[in-house]
């Protein structure tokens, strides 16, 4: 933890001026405040099997599809003769066809084939997307190919055997930030999902720190149940008190991890005492307004049965059903309010991931060359 | 009547030149074109009971509830924090909290407890709206505090228990001055209405003239049926020839009453002669191209049973939902196309009230330092 | 064909220079990209009968309605009172009546009565647009009334009791050109509709031609089964091998014609072995992004059985439902990405027809004094 940086409630506080009573580091809720070159999750492996699929990634329609022997492959999802969408089509061999006149491409976007006439039109080539699969996901480079200087973030758990992995997926209709900075801010924890996760011990927030260029944050609780969320994936009683370490991190702004390292002081004879949950939080920007949101829960335990992983499932979807109701109304409130972003935006100290979440964005925006964010009173 | 003030088609029409087809006083029905400095209804009193109320008031959301002792307060709908909702939080003594993060309000919009910090971040404020009850109704007033300078309008014969009142809600999707205006325009009621309200010596308009700054019509009808939706309130039946003096009154722009006064020449034994139903239309913008439109039918006949009441409702809407159907194509029609608003408005002489609605709105927001409202062909 | 007129692809090529990659010639399919002066369908006959017809034509709102003797009239469909929409009231006699204030307006769209007061608006007065009856079709002319030069389209053979004629009607939400486009490059039969029309010789494109001011299409086909969509309608067993010539006209940018010319070269005895099916497309540009789309089969035999209609219609329609579910992704597609029309758009040799319509289109426009559609890549 050499690297470790602490943010301090006042520093972020000083920025302020008493003129600029709004959005300290506007977040670009409205906008397209995507950045480009960076890995994004563009679907579970399990989505893009046997044909080809339609997703908007970044405001780009994308069409995925899998070659012959596995391998992923993604091109914008537009004909360059006359604008069919791909998707519509089939994949034959390792190829793509156009529903609309049989145009078959390969996967750098190059037109191989034009049946309806003898010569083959060269200057037809549509954008191509480096795409990887990584754990459970396919990940997706939206920008310049040649910037890319790393590989999909590591999630090699979501895959091994000796994990459970339980996903669901949502589309949001909420800027992608507002997801990531929810979960930035647990506290949130004891008051929206008082209910459903009933972990109300959550009320402090934790430090916020750097490792390197990992966003995370780590907090200890005192013995006390666990929600009754994850009780099922570990085996223990709902009311028996155990100790947490709640560690996070973000490896990048595409996804985060969220683990719950659990320790039961007094395990039943013959069992572990000690458990891990690692959440993953996805998210990618979809359309103006919308997110694609994947999230996944994995217990270090291999094989839960079907029961266990279906209760846990539908517990956790509970919560997160509050999450996507509490921030679509959001949106589709500051969307409509005239004010829009010119409103006063209180910072408090739980907010200091969240805030860290924006500095990173506007960092990665400012040197792809962006204009700055907007937001904030006058 | 020492102040009425009798407005003449020939006034209306002089104004027009040549050139100018358009609308003569136009009615900004695609705009912004909402008062603020004067009470407008936010809520029957009805809707706000047991937790928070949210509902768009001239395009801004606001959040109305009750204090312990029943004292009505609103408050602007988004969390100084992270813009929450608070309609989606609960109600905690005289205090709303928010769903997100726990933050509490007062009536003032000071936040008084922010629970996932030690200290209070006394900058978190919200807009708050003073807001009063006055007969069944919620009224709100949406302005400049300092520039209150009168109390909502007189309607306590709303809940005077000599009265019978009934009331209805819609949302209707057009701007609030096509519903102002529609009803001070009776003579649709032989058009539009006239398989319903069936008073179809409704054809010519009575006079407009203000009495103070109250704007007022009144006329007088010979024998002829009753108009079936409110024979049963009086206990009239339906055939039988009445006399009416039909009266109204727009005290606001957002409140205007409908009198029928009704004269039975001829009354069963032991019977009233004579009949009042006041109706009222309260209209209050939401969101662009959306109103909220209560309307009320009381009867100065105490307790009328339940079945009478239930038939009564029942017939007033499906005369309404005319109205509701016509006037929302005309708002869809008109955004629609390109020409907008920019085509030739006859006025004719039963428009008189309606384009003294007008020109009140636009003195007001003349007085509020608002641009002048578009329409009109060059 | 003495003024048959040649395009070759390279003609059409040879305009593109590196520089330009995008739309060669533009066909402005997110845009009003109608032209005026020209007949447009406005309805199918049996569309306007007893009452009024509501119809956006051009992004305008119209009215038909049919006088006493049958005639077809169209006004703009807002009452110039207080902009009610006349579809929504009646026709009385050869008048067209309000239904907010009873207005009455004849074919000149003159306001000829105002019942609500005694002295007629004589400034009231609606848009009337020249409306014609021909073939099965009311054909409308939105544009400078003095500028029609010609008749309707000839379709004279939709009525001809020689014939049998089937009919539809979709709403399809993508701009006319599309359509249009699609066609005037039958290629997409192959491959779009492989498994409906199943006439996959069509993979190579016909030559087009003018003939006059008429685009044309002639292609000549080896002996190979014809499509099952018109097997039942000429009597024909599905896999008898018969020859076709296929051939396309295009008398205006509101209609265009397929005929199906199939020779039976070994007819039962007593049979035919000629036989028509002449296809029309009737496109009528209605709102922004949505279009009318009427479309005929008609066969030169006369009173086909109900049988043989409903099974026939119940094909093409399954066919043309490919064609609209295709074009309504791709308009919302397109609409939706940022790039919208900035997007390479290669040209192939079965375009030249879809050329051909966009540069008469863009021809027409100029004539309009429009200004040039928009398109292309910098």
């Given amino acids: 933890m050499s690297t470790k940086t602490e943010i301090s409630t006042d520093d972020v506080l000083r920025e302020?001026?008493?003129?600029?009573l709004g959005q300290l580091v506007p977040n670009g809720m409205l906008e397209d405040n995507y950045p480009r070159n960076m890995w994004w999750a563009a679907a579970?492996?399990?989505?893009v099997k046997d044909g080809p699929l339609a997703r908007w990634i970044l405001e780009t329609p994308v069409v995925i599809y899998r070659l012959e022997n596995g391998?992923?492959?993604?091109?914008?999802?537009?004909c360059p003769h006359r604008w069919a969408p791909l998707s519509e089509g089939h994949v034959c061999g390792d190829k793509i066809v156009c529903p609309y006149h049989g145009m078959e491409f390969d996967t750098t976007g190059l037109c191989t084939k034009a049946p309806t006439q003898k010569m083959q039109p060269n200057i037809a080539r549509i954008p191509a997307y480096p795409v990887r699969e990584a754990g459970a996901f396919l990940w997706i480079w939206m920008g310049d190919p040649e910037a890319i200087d790393r590989e999909p973030p590591e999630v090699g758990y979501q895959t091994d055997p000796n994990w459970s992995f339980l996903h669901g997926y949502y589309e949001v209709a909420a800027n992608w930030v507002m997801i990531r900075e929810n979960v930035f801010d647990l506290t949130?924890?004891?008051?929206?999902?008082?209910n459903t996760f009933k972990q109300n011990d959550w009320i402090n927030a934790p430090d916020s720190f750097m490792e390197g260029d990992v966003l995370c944050y780590q907090q200890e609780f005192e013995l006390a149940p666990l929600s009754p969320l994850f009780c099922a994936g570990m085996g223990l009683p709902e009311d028996k008190p155990v100790k947490r370490v709640q560690k996070g991190t973000m490896p990048s702004l595409a996804i985060s991890f969220s683990d719950w390292n659990v320790h039961d002081p007094a395990p039943e004879p013959g069992r572990r005492s000690d458990f891990i949950m690692r959440g993953?939080?996805?998210v990618t920007p979809a359309q103006r307004g919308r997110t694609h949101y994947f999230w996944g829960s994995a217990f270090d335990v291999p094989a839960l049965s079907d029961e266990v992983i279906a209760k846990t499932k539908a517990s956790v979807i509970e919560a997160f059903d509050e999450d996507k109701h509490l921030l679509e109304?959001?949106?589709?409130q500051i969307a409509a309010d005239p004010r829009g972003l010119s409103y006063l935006e209180v910072t408090l100290g739980p907010d200091k991931g969240g805030i860290r979440v924006r500095q990173i964005l506007n960092k990665m925006l400012e040197a792809e060359g962006r204009p700055p964010l907007k937001g904030g009173l006058a």
Avoid at 71 to 78: F, G, H, I, K, S
């Fill in 16 to 20: 302020r001026s008493p003129r600029r």
């Fill in 44 to 47: 579970h492996v399990d989505e």
């Fill in 71 to 78: 391998t992923p492959a993604a091109l914008y999802d537009r």
């Fill in 188 to 194: 949130h924890i004891a008051f929206l999902h008082k």
């Fill in 280 to 282: 993953c939080h996805i």
């Fill in 329 to 332: 109304i959001m949106q589709r």
